[in-house]
């Protein structure tokens, strides 16, 4: 389970950012709430954790599910979100496959490109296409 504190040093490494002063300014929040957060005294609202997420390069619905559950009050409760979160990012990774795929296979093919056959291997024949 990733913390409000992993998540903030993440958002700033990731954006080179170097102090939590200039993190909040990123975030249109006041200072004193990234101080907040990073202690424990209070958590960021959903879009400040969306936007977190964003700046990390995180998928931000997995992100709200592993912070909600990070100050979920019963085990019970902290067990349905990290259950969410593990959800969302498993729909994440499926739906960036599949886009993946859709790109590769919708790819047009190089001019004058042709299949052909590399000969006789060990007795056997052997083919070899190239996209």
């Given amino acids: ?20 002063y200039r993190l909040a300014q990123v975030l249109g929040v006041v200072n004193s709430a990234v101080t907040n957060y990073r202690a424990g005294r209070s958590h ?4 400040v954790a969306a936007r977190l997420a964003e700046l990390a390069g995180q998928d931000p619905s ?3 599910a592993e912070l909600h559950a990070e100050r979920a009050k019963t085990p019970e ?8 979160a593990s959800q ?10 599949t886009i993946g795929v859709a790109m590769i296979s919708l790819a047009p093919s190089p001019d004058g490109a042709q299949a052909g056959t590399l000969g006789t291997v060990n007795s056997y024949s052997s083919s070899l296409y190239i996209m």
């Fill in 77 to 84: 409760v902290r067990a349905l979100w990290m259950r969410m």
């Fill in 44 to 47: 960021p609202d959903d879009a």
């Fill in 62 to 64: 997995s992100v709200i």
């Fill in 88 to 97: 969302l990012r498993h729909a994440v990774a499926v739906v960036m496959m």
């Fill in 1 to 20: 389970m990733q913390t409000t504190k992993q998540l903030l040093d993440r958002a700033k490494k990731a954006q080179g950012i170097e102090s939590d």
